[in-house]
């Protein structure tokens, strides 16, 4: 499945050169934000070409199509690390834990409860982030601080050990509405310093959003995590 027109290595230092630039402009320590490389409805041959350049992070929506390609990358790569990035069925934690570094589409608790059972067979510890539904149109994710709060409070109370919080996910609405978009990424960053605060014995430092419409103004509002797909790989074909 070679892709042409899509040159991944030059793609890929474009959008890090990118990355850089937003940092600076908005004051950011340079190097402060991570490029996650989306590549699902792509070929393992593209993850392995991003790879070659020194692309460690990656991110699938389906923990099937990941299944498919990541055994053969982590092997060539074990320092490699996937990321889930799309609405996760409990049917699935047990596929996604075999592989997945960091769960970033945690939506509900008792998502956190499986992955804790499956984890726990595994004895090895996966991350997560939250995600956080800040955008009107889409329909994943926790509705509110309020819901947010409930699972941490569930972690907190100690029924995740094989569970480490991380931080938080969003993403924007689709529009061409900039200041709604930013708003999306403004609002994740404050409830994420809010539950700071109340689980202090958390590291919650990472903020995942921003994407290949959007990264930069992500960036602005204090991303740590960008996750880029089509900018990177090109086009989708569903
Ligand atoms: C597909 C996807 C991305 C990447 O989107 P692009 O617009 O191709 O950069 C980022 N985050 C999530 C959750 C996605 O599903």
Request: aromatic share 8%.
């Amino acid at each position: 499945m070679f892709e042409a027109n899509v040159n991944v290595k030059e793609n890929l230092s474009l959008i890090l050169e990118k990355i850089r630039q937003a940092e600076e402009k908005c004051g950011r320590e340079k190097g402060s934000v991570k490029l996650l490389a989306v590549s699902k409805f792509h070929p393992v041959e593209s993850v392995l070409e991003a790879a070659e350049e020194g692309q460690m992070l990656f991110g699938e929506n389906r923990v099937q199509e990941a299944l498919g390609k990541f055994p053969a990358v982590l092997e060539k790569y074990p320092q490699v690390k996937l990321h889930i990035i799309g609405q996760l069925q409990t049917n699935k934690v047990k596929n996604a834990v075999l592989y997945a570094d960091t769960i970033q589409s945690v939506d509900r608790i008792d998502l956190l409860r499986e992955i804790e059972k499956q984890a726990s067979k595994l004895e090895r510890k996966i991350n997560v982030l939250l995600e956080l539904h800040t955008g009107e149109e889409s329909k994943s994710g926790f509705e509110n601080a309020d819901s947010l709060r409930e699972a941490l409070k569930f972690i907190s109370e100690g029924n995740t050990p094989h569970i480490v919080p991380k931080g938080f996910m969003t993403m924007a609405p689709f529009t061409e509405d900039k200041e709604f978009v930013r708003k999306s990424f403004s609002t994740l960053r404050e409830t994420a310093f809010a539950m700071q605060k109340e689980f202090p014995s958390f590291e919650l430092t990472e903020l995942s959003m921003g994407m290949s419409g959007d990264f930069e103004i992500a960036i602005e509002e204090g991303s740590t995590m960008v996750r880029v797909g089509t900018a990177i790989f090109g086009e989708r074909r569903y």
